[in-house]
T-cell receptor, first 112, second 110 residues
């Protein structure tokens, strides 16, 4: 059953701590994306990757980092430099860059 | 990407057709109209997209006006599970970013 998985569903971060959100896809898609959604607002692009070992900053990359070592995986690290990390994080993928994006179920990050 | 305007909320009786409008009067010739929906606390779900012609799939129909300045998403027989926020977006083919606005909150009523 093909799709995009994100884990965990809920994640708690302590002050000064880095946390990593997982995103895996078995759709054989080249491109992957990370978005952030705040309550009552639209999506904002954090990072995207068009191909393995390549990624670019989106609109709000400060305080975040990513890697793309494997085609199926695009983990997002929320660093301690991100001062307002509480949000709903969404991972998406598309067969090639710019094509229709399909989203995962999301991870909700909360700060303790 | 061109700006879109949608009503903030709509109600629809269960079993009836839900018609969700979207205005995109500044759309360019190479911009597609996309529809997604987001059920509470879940990731957005792709519904349908089109450029000029009307489109239909197993989920919905997309009607685009001839001047392309507006479109309507039609859910032919709404069920309670169609209650969600529906987003209309326009984007250039090949462009990376998907920009979601506030969308229309559709409430399907029993």
């Amino acid at each position: 059953d093909g799709g995009i998985t994100q884990s965990p569903k809920y994640l708690f971060r302590k002050e000064g701590q880095n946390v990593t959100l997982s995103c895996e896809q078995n759709l054989n898609h080249d491109a992957m994306y990370w978005y952030r959604q705040d309550p009552g607002q639209g999506l904002r692009l954090i990072y995207y990757s068009q191909i393995v070992n390549d990624f670019q900053k989106g609109d709000i990359a400060e305080g975040y980092s990513v890697s793309r070592e494997k085609k199926e995986s695009f983990p997002l690290t929320v660093t301690s430099a991100q001062k307002n990390p509480t949000a709903f994080y969404l991972c998406a993928s598309s067969i090639t860059p710019g094509e229709t994006q399909y989203f995962g179920p999301g991870t909700r990050l909360l700060v303790l | 990407d061109a700006k879109t305007t949608q009503p903030p909320s709509m109600d629809c009786a269960e079993g009836r057709a839900a018609n969700l409008p979207c205005n995109h009067s500044t759309i360019s010739g190479n911009e597609y109209v996309y529809w997604y929906r987001q059920i509470h606390s879940q990731g957005p779900q792709y519904i349908i997209h089109g450029l000029k012609n009307n489109e239909t799939n197993e989920m919905a129909s997309l009607i685009i006006t001839e001047d392309r300045k507006s479109s309507t998403l039609i859910l032919p027989h709404a069920t309670l599970r169609d209650t969600a926020v529906y987003y209309c977006i326009v984007r250039v083919g090949g462009y990376q970013k998907v920009t979601f606005g506030i969308g229309t909150k559709l409430q399907v009523i029993p």
